[in-house]
């Protein structure tokens, strides 16, 4: 089983940056698929990018392809989400989740057990 504590979430400028960090504790870090989600107010939780347990293969939704790079540090137990030129709409509470059954990248809730408790995202127009 792994723990997950995602940080490095705060309150910034349109246009602007933030590196959002998941720290797990637990044996096998390396052997996770870790994803980010993030949930809007009033809306449902939606992937946002993921990375392969050997850090190989990555996936990111439409809606940050091109802003965003996730990669993970397997030596530090962490996995990274910068995210570069921030929108209005990326606010919300961004989550990691990860499994260690996983081939690839899943984008699917369904295919994470474990969660963390999220950091808040807020970025202002």
């Known amino acids: 089983q792994v723990q997950l504590v995602e940080s490095g979430g705060g309150l910034v400028q349109a246009g602007e940056s933030l590196r959002l960090s998941c720290a797990a504790s637990g044996h096998a870090f390396g052997n996770y698929a870790v994803a980010w989600f993030r949930q809007a107010p009033g809306k449902e939780r939606e992937f946002v990018a993921g990375?392969?347990?050997?850090?190989?293969?990555?996936r990111y939704a439409g809606s940050v392809q091109g802003r965003s790079i996730i990669s993970r540090d397997n030596a530090k137990n962490t996995v990274f989400l910068q995210m570069n030129r921030l929108k209005p709409e990326d606010t919300g509470t961004y989550y990691c989740a990860a499994d260690e059954t996983l081939v690839g990248v899943g984008a699917s809730i369904d295919d994470y057990p474990y969660w963390g408790h999220g950091t808040q995202v807020t970025v202002s127009s």
């Open positions: 990375i392969s347990s050997g850090g190989g293969g990555t």
